[in-house]
């Protein structure tokens, strides 16, 4: 059972390989497409995708295969910060809820249930209509959006792992209610927060990009994939590839997250 455990599956297999080409198109991306994502031509606009544009060009003949990888970094940029915030913020509110009595955990759950109450991209809708738009605002957005959701499990987590045999032990010892929270409580809950972010920064991406659509994230014509769709939803009858393919890359990045982290978290369960 555990060496199948181990086994790579082909879908893994797939996934590590496009998480290899976003992580080279974030940090290197002139050596995965070597043009200028800004550089514009006009004789070449509204190519559709050939030997010399893969990807095809948009209304200023800019390649939309480079500006699609160099906004990897963008987007990626974006998603972990907002999954940074959005953990963080979860941290704080589950580990309040789960250690600190049962007025702190209801005081904290009821004010969970009144964020849970807005749908998460309306929670971010709002918080952008109260301080502006802008990459930043959207990010910070999103991370607050996803906060409520994380607070929840690693709150679940907390009492669980508060009642095992281990953590009663440390308290029949005379351990202090910190003493145990750091030596025993919060390093077995870190598991599952390894999942959380990886699923998290599928989601986080997705949202921001759906914010940067609406016009209330990154705009044109930042090479970032929400905002390329928001450009090429003028030209989608006539240039499908404009949109196609930022789309596409959405995605698969959505996807690769998915399944990278359910195999993550399928490989720490059967450690």
């Given at each position: 059972?555990?060496?199948?455990a181990?086994?790579f599956?082909a879908?893994?297999?797939v996934?590590?390989?496009?998480a290899l080409?976003?992580v ?14 800004l550089?514009i ?7 559709p995708?050939?030997f010399?544009?893969?990807f ?12 699609v990888?160099?906004g ?6 974006i ?6 915030i ?5 941290i ?10 049962p ?7 009821r004010?969970?249930?009144?964020l849970?109450?807005f749908p ?18 959207a ?9 409520p ?5 690693i ?11 281990y953590?009663e032990?440390a308290?029949?010892?005379?351990l202090?209610?910190?003493?145990i ?8 809950t870190?598991a599952?927060l390894f999942?959380?972010a ?20 990154a705009?044109?014509?930042?090479a ?29 990045i ?8 359910r ?8 450690a």
């Open positions: 059972m555990h060496d199948r181990r086994r599956t879908p893994e297999v996934a590590g390989a496009a080409f976003f080279l198109a974030a940090v290197v991306p002139q050596w995965v497409a070597p043009g200028n994502p550089g031509n006009p004789l070449s606009a509204f190519q995708p050939s010399a544009h893969g095809g060009t948009d209304e200023s003949g800019r390649d939309i295969y480079t500006r990888v160099h990897t970094g963008s987007s990626l940029l998603g972990a910060a907002a999954t940074a959005g953990l963080g913020l979860g704080v509110l589950g580990t309040l809820a789960g250690m600190f009595g007025v702190v955990d209801f005081t904290v759950n004010v969970l249930e009144v849970f109450a998460g991209l309306l929670l971010a809708l709002l918080f952008i209509l109260v301080f502006g738009p802008g990459v930043i605002t990010t910070i957005a999103v991370g607050l959006s996803t906060a959701g994380y607070a929840r499990i709150r679940a987590q907390l009492i669980a792992v508060r009642r095992s045999a953590v032990a308290t029949v010892q005379g202090g209610r910190t003493q929270l750091l030596r025993h409580i919060l390093p077995n870190l599952p999942v959380l990886t699923l998290g920064v599928g989601q986080a991406i997705v949202w921001a990009a759906t914010l940067s659509y609406l016009g209330l994230g705009e044109p014509p930042t970032e994939w929400g905002a390329m769709l928001s450009a090429g939803r003028t030209y989608i009858t006539s240039a499908w590839w404009m949109s196609f393919f930022p789309g596409l890359f959405i995605v698969l959505a996807v690769t997250a998915t399944v990278l982290g195999s993550l978290d399928r490989r720490l369960r059967h």
